[in-house]
């Protein structure tokens, strides 16, 4: 079992719709939880970090965490063609250690 | 103007040669990371260090070798061991495992290809 597991896609979204982008983790200890946007060809951009159970908005971003079920996800609303990307997400555990997913790639069609 | 500088962009190795990749920070962060990513997959961790003259073997150690004698600088030198070593290479940092605040940040990466 991967310590982070996400869904490779690609996952198409109209623009202007809401993208739901989703990550589960295995480390029932984790706590710190990031998302990464990366473009072709680029490094990962930190884009979003959640520590503790609920929603955090950041402008268009959202995101969301819930522990006792072990996922964290990504919405992104008014989805716009510049947002097509690979998304990464990231769990810390207790020593510091950090897993990424393989990542989803979000195609926003114009 | 803080951030991570890494070079070259792009590099390319003959069989049989040893190449190093370069990292530096202006972030004051102690921990520094570098990773390997191939086409389509996610990243895997190469070695890793919290403090200077300090480092630990990651996922996928074998082949590479690092250095920390700085704690702005920390290269990565790509063996003639490393059979397979075209990936793209990105080297990361962040504060202490003790923060809250220990998001990684990324340098732009180095392409390496294998001629």
């Known amino acids: 079992q991967k310590e982070v597991e996400q869904n490779s896609g690609p996952l198409s979204v109209p623009e202007g719709a809401i993208a739901s982008l989703n990550c589960t983790y295995s480390d029932r200890g984790s706590q710190s939880f990031f998302w990464y946007r990366q473009y072709s060809g680029k490094s990962p951009e930190l884009i979003m970090s959640i520590y503790s159970n609920g929603d955090k908005e950041d402008g268009r971003f959202t995101a969301q965490l819930n522990k006792a079920s072990q996922y964290v996800s990504l919405l992104i609303r008014d989805s716009q063609p510049s947002d097509s990307a690979t998304y990464l997400c990231a769990v810390v555990n207790n020593f510091n250690k950090f897993y990424f997913g393989s990542g989803t790639k979000l195609n926003v069609k114009p | 103007d803080g951030g991570i500088t890494q070079s070259p962009k792009y590099l390319f190795r003959k069989e049989g040669q040893n190449v190093t990749l370069s990292c530096e920070q202006n972030?004051?962060?102690?921990?520094m990371y570098w990773y390997r990513q191939d086409p389509g997959q996610g990243l895997r961790l190469i070695y890793y260090s919290q403090i200077v003259n300090d480092f630990q073997k990651g996922d996928i150690a074998e082949g590479y070798s690092v250095s920390r004698e700085k704690k702005e600088s920390f290269p990565l030198t790509v063996t003639s061991a490393q059979k397979n070593p075209t990936a793209f290479y990105l080297c990361a940092s962040s504060k202490l495992a003790q923060s809250s605040y220990n998001e990684q940040f990324f340098g732009p990466g180095t392409r390496l290809t294998v001629l």
């Open positions: 972030l004051n962060h102690d921990a």
